[in-house]
């Protein structure tokens, strides 16, 4: 079944440090992985995307890495901002023809002052 | 910069009333879509629908649900008879095309309660 998994469930840090998230799925076949920032009582917005074929993509202070022989992904956040706190959603698209997003339960990140 | 709108931001119904959720995609995208997120878990996929027609439907989406695109703005989501544990939040998104990179853009939510 296509699952998609992420830890922890949630993490507190303090402003200006750095954290990582992970993912781990069983999506298959594998078309691509976003990863989307959720503020509370808005939709997901994507930071990053993606393919088979890459290791490591950045987006300012957020980088994603993906391994696709383990089928994880990881999310680092660097000199972590209060406007950091939101859920960080994994989402797979599966290759097959309609190409179904599946969502990671999210991780809930807190930065406190 | 384009966004996806949904409207209202709370709806709050008794159990069995209909309700109708409104989303108005951003206007030069062609697929649109209905999720939802029961408090506390993953998203869920619905519905997609393309050129006037569903496209792929979940097994949530039973015949309780019906989709919509009663103009050329407005995609709708309605509940015939609405059950506790509809109780969600429902997002709209909208993608330019189906392609593998097409980026599903997400609307705000409704938060549904069902009393």
């Known amino acids: 079944k296509n699952q998609v998994e992420q830890s922890p469930q949630s993490l507190i840090i303090l402003e200006g440090k750095n954290c990582t998230l992970q993912?781990?799925?069983?999506?298959?076949?594998?078309?691509?992985l976003r990863w989307y920032k959720q503020d509370t009582g808005r939709g997901p917005v994507s930071l990053t995307i993606m393919t088979f074929s890459e290791n490591t993509k950045s987006n300012g202070r957020y980088t994603a890495t993906l391994d696709a022989d383990t089928k994880q992904s990881s999310l680092h956040i660097t000199a972590s901002q209060l406007s950091d706190s939101a859920s960080y959603i994994c989402?797979?698209?599966?290759?097959?023809?309609?190409?179904?997003?599946?969502f990671g339960k999210g991780t809930k990140l807190s930065v406190k002052p | 910069e384009p966004e996806v709108t949904q409207t209202p931001s709370h709806q709050v119904t008794q159990m069995g009333q209909e309700v109708i959720l409104r989303c108005v995609p951003i206007s030069n995208h062609l697929y649109f879509y209905w999720y939802r997120q029961i408090l506390g878990q993953k998203v869920e996929f619905l519905v997609s629908f393309y050129n006037n027609e569903i496209s792929e439907k979940s097994e949530i989406f039973d015949d309780q649900f019906s989709v919509e695109r009663p103009d050329g703005s407005n995609f709708t989501l309605k509940i015939r008879s609405t059950k506790l544990e509809d109780s969600a939040m429902y997002f709209c998104?909208?993608?330019?095309?189906?392609?593998?990179?097409?980026?599903?853009?997400f609307g705000p939510g409704t938060r549904l309660t069902v009393l």
């Open positions: 993912c781990n799925y069983t999506v298959s076949p594998f078309s691509n």
């Open positions: 998104a909208s993608s330019e095309g189906r392609g593998r990179y097409n980026e599903q853009f």
């Open positions: 989402v797979v698209r599966d290759g097959g023809s309609q190409g179904n997003l599946i």
